[in-house]
């Protein structure tokens, strides 16, 4: 009984997650593992540059700016699938998880890691694609009412997006090291910490995200010739370095799924490492 006891206190134990220190572990990982970001990066960035090539051709034959933009985020979902469970597992187990891991290869935990980011991406286009199209058919047709109801529609699945990404975090690591035990499970665990991992989440792209402004700003965003093909390569090299921003939400994972297990003391006993 004592026993059982134990055991129901332990499976609702809250670990707040320290958002300082995994957010910096996040950011020096590349640092650290600088020859498996070359080794395991290179060939992804390569192939996505010759996407980029594909997309200024497309939209220089006044092709549909649209579909230039799916072909792009596309591409590089599909490109970077192992590159980002390769990554994952290093973040979470060290250089000796990937030792057998080609440099670009697909298998079975990538083809898996590669269908949930394809069916996270269609519930965000099923989520956010009718306010939008709303949203351009108000403005279209001058219709005040129908851009305000669609601009509150489309915050509305914009929190919901938000929620769900940070809630089911954990599906991508777990996937990635073999683990997954599915949604719910997911679920339960990042019960706690939305605003924690949230946070994590935000700021280990953030830096990413505040260069490649900032460059943007630096060469304009319609540069000629050879300006135009190195600012294209900028871009793609801070896209495919933005990626191991994954170890964020991957040592969040490991923190409260992989280190905290029977032994584990409850919250209570503990002093909860803060931000």
């Not at 700021?203 to 294209?232: D, F, N, T």
């Amino acid at each position: 009984m004592a026993i059982e006891q134990s055991s129901i206190r332990r499976r609702f134990t809250i670990i707040e997650l320290p958002v300082v220190q995994i957010v910096a572990q996040s950011l020096l990982l590349p640092f650290k593992y600088l020859p498996e970001l070359a080794k395991y990066g290179w060939i992804p960035l390569l192939l996505s540059l010759g996407a980029k090539a594909i997309d200024f051709l497309i939209v220089r034959e006044d092709g549909p700016w649209f579909l230039a933009q799916i072909l792009m985020v596309a591409g590089h979902f599909v490109l970077f699938a192992p590159f980002s469970v390769t990554w994952t597992k290093l973040a979470i187990h060290g250089r000796h998880a990937i030792v057998n891991d080609p440099p670009f290869g697909y298998s079975r935990s990538v083809w898996l890691y590669l269908l949930a980011t394809i069916v996270m991406m269609i519930l965000i286009a099923m989520i956010a694609g009718p306010p939008i199209a709303m949203f351009r058919y108000g403005q279209v047709n001058f219709d005040r009412q129908i851009v305000g109801a669609a601009g509150f529609l489309l915050l509305a699945g914009v929190f919901l997006i938000a929620l769900g990404f940070v809630r089911l975090a954990f599906v991508f690591p777990a996937i990635a090291i073999g683990r997954y035990a599915g949604i719910s499970a997911a679920w339960k665990q990042t019960a706690g910490n939305l605003e924690r991992l949230a946070a994590i989440i935000l700021l280990s792209y953030a830096p990413y995200a505040v260069v490649r402004k900032i460059l943007e700003q630096m060469i304009g965003y319609h540069p000629p010739g050879i300006k135009a093909a190195g600012s294209a390569c900028l871009e793609m090299l801070l896209i495919a370095l933005a990626t191991t921003a994954l170890a964020g939400p991957a040592l969040a994972y490991k923190l409260i799924v992989l280190d905290e297990h029977e032994d584990s003391p409850t919250l209570s006993e503990r002093t909860p490492t803060r931000a």
